[in-house]
T-cell receptor, first 108, second 115 residues
Framework: KNEVEQSPQNLTAQEGEFITINCSYSVGISALHWLQQHPGGGIVSLFMLSSGKKKHGRLIATINIQEKHSSLHITASHPRDSAVYICAAVEDTDKLIFGTGTRLQVFP | NAGVTQTPKFQVLKTGQSMTLQCAQDMNHEYMSWYRQDPGMGLRLIHYSVGAGITDQGEVPNGYNVSRSTTEDFPLRLLSAAPSQTSVYFC??????????????FGPGTRLTVT
């Protein structure tokens, strides 16, 4: 069974800092999904990637298939980035294995 | 588009009661799924459906039933609620845009407490 681990579990930052959240998985996957869960509980999909790098605004996601590792970077962090960031390994069709999330707090 | 809607948002049940969590999507997605989220654990798949009339079990299906009579609706039934089913439940719909690529949308969640 695929094990998905995220680090760190909790992260605090000052506004403007560069943030990195890591995700590793144990078994080969077809894709890696990054999601954001707002303090109110809503979950939003950020990225789905199977290779290389994707960028959306200040968010960058990378994946290294050989090392079974993905990172989510936030440049110029802002308090509104405060949320729980979740990665999920996409094994097949609709079968996702979720990490436990990284709670990020960005202070002004 | 309303996206994925879930009702109710909050629910308190007594042990042994039954209820149905409703989920609907208006994006014509084939894939729908139910997850539960518990403190300290990742989202866990309860049941999923790859299309109307087709459902399958996920990682933690015990105590739950689903059906998919239409593309839009995917209700989750708790047969006899237990305190271990206290959780936040998320419904999601998704579609594959290509090999290794899909889009997934989550409902707002239902917070269920079983006493």
């Amino acid at each position: 069974k695929n094990e998905v681990e995220q680090s760190p579990q909790n992260l605090t930052a000052q506004e403007g800092e560069f943030i990195t959240i890591n995700c590793s998985y144990s078994v080969g996957i077809s894709a890696l999904h990054w999601l954001q869960q707002h303090p109110g509980g809503g979950i939003v999909s950020l990225f789905m990637l199977s290779s290389g790098k994707k960028k959306h605004g200040r968010l960058i996601a990378t994946i290294n298939i050989q090392e079974k590792h993905s990172s989510l970077h936030i440049t110029a962090s802002h308090p509104r980035d405060s949320a729980v960031y979740i990665c999920a390994a996409v094994e097949d069709t609709d079968k996702l294995i979720f990490g436990t999330g990284t709670r990020l707090q960005v202070f002004p | 588009n309303a996206g994925v809607t879930q009702t109710p948002k909050f629910q308190v049940l007594k042990t042994g009661q039954s209820m149905t969590l409703q989920c609907a999507q208006d994006m014509n997605h084939e894939y729908m799924s139910w997850y539960r989220q518990d403190p300290g654990m990742g989202l866990r798949l309860i049941h999923y459906s790859v299309g109307a009339g087709i459902t399958d079990q996920g990682e933690v299906p015990n105590g739950y039933n689903v059906s998919r009579s239409t593309t839009e609706d995917f209700p989750l039934r708790l047969l006899s609620a237990a305190p271990s089913q206290t959780s936040v439940y998320f419904c999601a719909s998704s579609y594959w845009t290509g090999i290794g690529s899909y889009e997934q949308y989550f409902g707002p969640g239902t917070r269920l407490t079983v006493t």
